[in-house]
């Protein structure tokens, strides 16, 4: 039987962490346009996310859609993997204090093929959550 408790923490957990990195991104300055790209990219995931979050919270225990949905949220599933590549970048982004804040302004710590990695996992996730609000998982 589906539980729509463990697939919906887990896309709550992945909902904060795009709120954290958005905030983060927000925050960061003279950074080149792929800090906008990461920032357009990830609010539209957070839209997604939200969305499904409240599709979930309405779905009963034991709808197929939401049995379908579990693979989405186990360990190790599309949504942890996610979850973990948000941790690295969040932690990138993360405002330091003193003089190592003021470093990081003036330095942004992404190149064009880390910021291509995320963008295509971002682009992945969107796609993942798009089938399942749609109903065409797996």
């Given at each position: 039987m589906s539980d729509p408790l463990s697939i919906g923490a887990s896309i709550i957990a992945?909902?904060?962490l795009?709120?954290?990195v958005i905030n983060y991104l927000k925050d960061?300055?003279?950074a080149p346009q792929d800090r906008i790209d990461l920032l357009v990219e990830?609010?539209?995931l957070d839209g997604l996310l939200a969305a499904l979050q409240n599709r979930v919270q309405e779905a009963k225990?034991?709808?197929p859609w939401l049995t379908e949905l579990q693979p989405l949220g186990v360990k190790f599933g599309p949504l942890d993997q996610f979850n973990s590549d948000l941790?690295?970048?969040a932690s990138k982004l993360e405002?330091?204090?003193g003089l190592k804040q003021v470093k990081r302004r003036l330095t942004w710590?992404?190149?064009k093929i880390e910021i291509n990695d995320i963008l295509s996992k971002i682009e992945r996730m969107k796609t993942l959550v798009t089938f399942a609000l749609t109903n065409n998982l797996l």
């Amino acid at each position: 039987m589906s539980d729509p408790l463990s697939i919906g923490a887990s896309i709550i957990a992945v909902l904060q962490l795009t709120a954290t990195v958005i905030n983060y991104l927000k925050d960061v300055h003279d950074a080149p346009q792929d800090r906008i790209d990461l920032l357009v990219e990830i609010s539209g995931l957070d839209g997604l996310l939200a969305a499904l979050q409240n599709r979930v919270q309405e779905a009963k225990s034991g709808d197929p859609w939401l049995t379908e949905l579990q693979p989405l949220g186990v360990k190790f599933g599309p949504l942890d993997q996610f979850n973990s590549d948000l941790k690295r970048l969040a932690s990138k982004l993360e405002p330091l204090t003193g003089l190592k804040q003021v470093k990081r302004r003036l330095t942004w710590k992404f190149d064009k093929i880390e910021i291509n990695d995320i963008l295509s996992k971002i682009e992945r996730m969107k796609t993942l959550v798009t089938f399942a609000l749609t109903n065409n998982l797996l």
